[in-house]
């Protein structure tokens, strides 16, 4: 398994603003995950983020909204642009246990945008 | 049609029941299932990891996959009030895609 921690836990922002969610993992892994949780609905993949690549985005996102970096193995930031109300929501990241096909997540980060 | 259905309750037992918690999926490709829990306010924590078609065991809780029915379930034994959550099923096909159910909200009253 691994030990993710993810800052902030909860940020309330304004519209327009941007705001850069860190992810930490305690080992080296190849896979991060972006997801977005809003309540009651599945969680949703926002981007695949290897190290050494570009982040690869679902249908949907894209990267001026959501840039991701991928500095080292234990690291990634998602940040979210231009923040409207519509941008509420958890956002998790998860990490892939290399052959293990098993996702281990983040706490999260709640985000609240007025 | 979505690729994973997951009934989202809210389910409501008394301490002590055995729970079933059940997902059905569409894709045939999907060859990695998996459980996971969601306590409020927290990130979903894995539960049980099953490959393929069959039964597994850990503790009070199983997991069952009928690959030839598209179906897959989660049972708790002896349920008690800290197996309050919401209760993800997740599947996975050969490219390591993920695909998540919405959730099933489980209250276990004392």
């Known amino acids: 398994s691994a030990v993710i921690s993810q800052k902030p836990s909860r940020d309330i922002c304004q519209r327009g603003t941007s705001l850069t969610i860190q992810c930490q993992v305690d080992s080296q892994v190849t896979m991060m995950f972006w997801y977005r949780q809003q309540p009651g609905q599945s969680l949703t993949l926002i981007a695949t983020?290897?190290?050494?690549?570009?982040?690869?985005?679902e249908s949907g996102f894209v990267i001026d909204k959501f840039p991701i970096s991928r500095p080292n193995l234990t690291f990634s930031t998602l940040t979210v642009s231009n923040m409207s109300p519509e941008d509420s929501s958890i956002y998790l990241c998860?990490?892939?246990?290399?052959?293990?096909?098993?996702?281990?997540f983040g706490p999260g980060t709640r985000l609240t945008v007025t | 049609q979505k690729e994973v259905e997951q009934d989202p309750g809210p389910l409501s037992v008394p301490e002590g029941a055995i729970v079933s918690l059940n997902c059905t999926y569409s894709?045939?490709?999907?060859?990695?299932f998996m459980w996971y829990r969601q306590y409020s306010r927290k990130g979903p924590e894995l539960l049980m990891y099953?490959?393929?078609?069959g039964n597994k065991e850990d503790g009070r809780f199983t997991a069952q996959v009928d690959k030839s029915s598209k179906y897959i379930s989660l049972f708790i034994r002896d349920s008690q009030p800290s197996d309050s959550a919401t209760y993800l099923c997740a599947m996975a096909d050969n490219f390591n895609k993920f695909y998540f159910g919405s959730g099933t909200k489980l209250n276990v009253k004392p």
């Open positions: 998860s990490v892939e246990i290399a052959g293990a096909n098993e996702q281990y």
């Open positions: 983020a290897n190290q050494g690549s570009e982040a690869t985005y």
């Open positions: 894709n045939s490709a999907f060859q990695y």
């Open positions: 099953t490959y393929s078609s």
